[in-house]
């Protein structure tokens, strides 16, 4: 099993950036695929990011392409969402999971951290 803690959320402005940090305890993170999600007040939670165990193969949502960037360093058990010119629409609670597929589809993940809010003003 591995344990998921997010952080590096927080309020910002529209145009701004964060980068949000997700670190693995227990069970180590490079046998993983890992993904970011999100999820909006009375939205459904939606697919942002995910990349591979090794983390050749990356795959971003059109809605972030180009500005979200995802990471990892296996070495510290950590994966990472860069994320720049943020927007309003982009204000939610972020999720990281780890699972044994690489997908953009939540089911398919076995572990997900507690989420951390992050807010963007306009």
């Known amino acids: 099993q591995v344990q998921l803690v997010e952080s590096g959320g927080g309020l910002v402005q529209a145009g701004d950036s964060l980068r949000l940090s997700c670190a693995a305890s227990?069970?180590?993170?490079?046998?993983?695929?890992m993904a970011w999600f999100r999820q909006a007040p009375g939205k459904e939670r939606e697919f942002v990011a995910a990349i591979s165990r090794s983390g050749v193969s990356r795959n971003h949502a059109d809605s972030v392409k180009g500005r979200f960037t995802i990471s990892r360093d296996n070495a510290k058990n950590t994966v990472y969402l860069q994320m720049n010119s943020l927007k309003p629409e982009d204000t939610a609670v972020y999720y990281c999971?780890?699972?044994?597929?690489?997908?953009?589809?939540?089911?398919?993940?076995?572990?997900w951290g507690q989420g951390t809010q992050v807010t963007v003003s306009s």
């Open positions: 227990g069970r180590t993170l490079s046998y993983y695929n």
């Open positions: 999971a780890a699972g044994t597929q690489l997908s953009i589809y939540d089911p398919t993940y076995d572990y």
